[in-house]
């Protein structure tokens, strides 16, 4: 009769005594819910201690799932009646509520093992248990091991797969942490370093590239416009300051009137955090109004997990609020901070404690539960979609879906490597598996930002900083760039709304029957829309410096949307929210075509006799090109303020119809809705 820690649970307090109970018969009826394959690059370094905590978090299944769905496509689409009228805390929750057959099978089960007094979420889809390694396995009867990542040594506790009782398996969606996410620091952040080498780039690929130690003196600044600035007299050939994307996307004129009503945010996670000082140099050089109200060391930070604070870090999180108040201040802005250890200091904390967490459900939980979330948020980290199960990324999206239907516009990056995903030495090294989508940039309620380069026109970047990889099993030699993150998605089907724009490019521009076998030609595709992301002028370690990378365009897009929440609010509408359905029906109006260029993987790129990149005018041949509307290279374009604002405007009706909004009932009759 083995023995395990019996835990009475209440919100703070946590009391244990330990007692034996007879668990003989019980894993006889368990049925494994999810497995998993381990990632590449982690090593298996054992099991886990027994002893160590863990918290987990019980996700189950909601009472009415699908008449949510159907809600959120209804407020999300510009034709409803229902357009705009989003749900509260209060109303969300009525619609998440389990059945009352699963909320009393779930606390038998739980009960068995000593689980008596739960934690529960306001809506009751959530238990929160805290316990330790020993009882988390037999609840879930698996095993948990130790993985080290092989190139950073970043360190996670996880399970190859979990069970439950087979009568639990239509009543829990997903219990975390258990076999993902596999969570490192952000692979995708970088910055041009003084020893950066550039390999064998055509000629014309050699524009412009240089670290800026000082800024020109007669640099761009709002202050030195004429009334009305053209893009020569706000953008350099050299950089782009944000003088120069309000001119470029149209903004430079307009003046923020909802303030204290809008509230825009950026989510950073493992580590990342926003360095005040860099902030406040940046804003002193391009935003000195901004700067003279102190909001580099004011605005807040919601700490989700941890409360790291490491200031000397170099990394993504202070360049998406750089660029998000550089551009769009006044409109109050905070970050989210979801912890992690990611630098060398924290080395010995990283090695005795290892990651056992989930970074993006616990912060999908702490938004979820605030009674007025922003209206904009960023989130600039992500990962390969084939490092976590379907079944994980589906319950991951979901808690997106929900954030929809409170009218959160949720923007996320495509990924700096074309279709390589987020490790193209891996993806390059096996040209089978070399179209690698990436999440949560795949899943369908959120708005996938990509980058572009260059000005007048722009076009689908692919930028300066490349790298020359070789693999002696084939005598391969491939030149890897940065390139803006595109893909299609081998988890989520293409929506409806999505379908007419996709299939026309992929008919139009005959790449459908292209790499058969290697990408899904059904799947959700992505980027949805992009902005300029090649050259940012950015300050990072109290330096001027240029960047790119995805982060910058996705800071912009959330500017401009927090400023056509601005003028939305003004006229007394509610914001955008989520916005693909709106963005594919009638917003895609509001963005500039983008025909130029290309996006590439290693199996798209075309090599000569020699095995060496072939190249044209714009780059290497090959890949998916850019074309007129719809393109996996760009999106929709990039954005056009005035028209995105006169659209949102006329879609957005005065007088909504069809809602009871009463705070104690759904929205609709339990049976379904009708328009």
């Known amino acids: 009769m083995p023995c395990i820690m019996k835990l009475v649970l209440a919100v703070g307090l946590v009391a244990s005594s330990v007692s034996c109970l007879n668990t003989s018969g019980l894993h006889d009826r368990y049925v494994v819910k999810d497995s998993h394959s ?24 909601e009472g009415m799932g699908l008449e949510l769905e159907q809600f959120v496509n209804q407020v999300s689409d510009p034709d409803s009646p229902r357009y705009g009228q989003y749900l509260s805390k209060k109303q969300l929750d009525v619609f998440v509520r389990p059945t009352n057959e699963t909320l009393r099978l779930t606390e038998a089960w739980l009960s068995i093992y000593g689980f008596k007094e739960l934690e529960y979420s306001s809506g009751k889809d959530r238990i929160t248990l805290r316990t330790n390694i ?50 490192r620091q952000n692979p995708d952040a970088f910055s041009r370093k003084d020893n950066d080498t550039f390999i064998g780039q055509p000629e014309n690929m050699q524009n412009l590239t240089k670290r800026l130690g000082l800024l020109p003196l007669d640099a761009p600044k709002d202050i030195k416009m004429p009334l009305h600035p053209k893009i020569g007299d706000a953008c350099y050939s050299t950089y782009i300051a944000p003088v120069c994307l309000k001119v470029l996307y149209g903004f430079f004129d307009y003046q923020v009137k909802e303030a204290p009503k809008n509230h825009m945010a950026v989510a ?26 102190g909001v580099a060391y004011d605005f807040p930070i919601v700490h989700v997990k ?32 979801v912890g992690g250890f990611s630098s060398k200091k924290s080395q010995a904390l990283r090695d005795h404690y290892p990651n056992l967490y989930d970074p993006f459900l616990l912060w999908l939980h702490t938004v979820l539960d605030e009674h007025n979330p922003p209206q904009t948020i960023a989130i600039t980290h ?51 598996h070399a179209f690698v989508p990436r999440f949560p940039a795949s899943c369908p309620y959120v708005t ?99 960047y790119e990378n995805t982060a910058l365009s996705t800071a912009t897009m959330a500017a401009v949307i927090a400023l056509v929440n601005d003028a939305l609010l003004s006229a007394g509408k509610p914001p955008l929210g989520w916005l693909n359905p709106w963005l594919y029906k009638r917003g895609y109006k509001g963005f500039t075509d983008v025909r130029r ?40 374009g990039t954005p056009w303020f005035p028209r995105l604002k006169e659209l949102a405007l006329d879609w957005h009706r005065e007088d909504p119809v069809g809602v009871n909004v009463n705070e104690s009932y759904p929205p609709f009759p339990p049976g379904g809705l009708t328009s």
Request: charged share 20%; glycine share 10%; aromatic share 10%.
């Open 597 to 636: 260029g290309a996006v590439h993987g290693c199996a798209t790129v075309e090599l000569d006799a020699e095995k060496k990149v072939q190249w044209g005018p714009d780059g290497p041949k090959g890949g998916f090109p850019a074309t007129e509307g719809w393109d996996v290279g760009s999106g929709w």
């Open 268 to 293: 950073n996670f493992n580590g990342d955090v926003t360095n005040r000082g860099d902030l406040e140099i940046f804003l002193e050089e391009w935003k000195i109004e901004a700067a003279r109200t």
């Open 448 to 546: 996938t930002v990509g980058a572009t380069m260059g000005l007048n026109p722009e076009e689908a970047s692919i930028a300066q900083r490349w790298t020359l990889y070789f693999w002696p099993s084939n005598n391969i030699h491939a030149l890897i760039p940065w390139i803006s993150g595109a893909g299609f998605s081998k988890y989520f089907p293409r929506p409806e709304w999505q379908k007419p724009a996709v299939e026309k490019y992929l008919k139009k521009s005959g790449m459908l029957n292209e790499f058969p076998g290697q990408w899904n030609q059904s799947g959700r595709a992505y980027p949805d829309i992009s902005a300029n992301g090649v050259e940012d002028a950015v300050t990072v370690t109290g330096w001027d410096d240029v």
């Open 38 to 61: 381990i990632p590449d690059g982690w090593i298996n370094r054992g099991p886990a201690p027994g002893d160590h905590p863990i918290t987990l978090h019980v996700g189950l299944r």
């Open 134 to 183: 020993s009882v988390a396995e037999i609840l879930l009867n698996t095993t948990y091991y130790t993985y080290e990542h092989r190139e950073d040594g970043t360190r996670v506790i996880r399970t190859p797969g979990w069970s439950l009782p087979a009568y639990l398996l239509n009543h829990i969606n997903l219990v975390s942490p258990t076999n993902a996410l596999f969570i």
């Open 306 to 337: 941890d409360q790291i604070d490491d200031q000397n870090q170099k990394v993504d999180g202070s360049l998406t609020a750089e660029i998000a108040l550089g551009l769009a201040w006044p409109v109050p802005f905070l970050e989210y901070r």
């Open 382 to 432: 992500g990962w390969d979609e084939q490092d976590a199960t379907a079944a994980y990324s589906h319950s991951v999206c979901n808690g997106f879906k929900k954030l929809a239907a409170r009218g959160v516009t949720v923007l996320v990056n495509s990924g700096d490597h074309g279709f390589s995903g987020s490790d193209p030495k891996n993806a390059c090294s096996n040209k089978r």
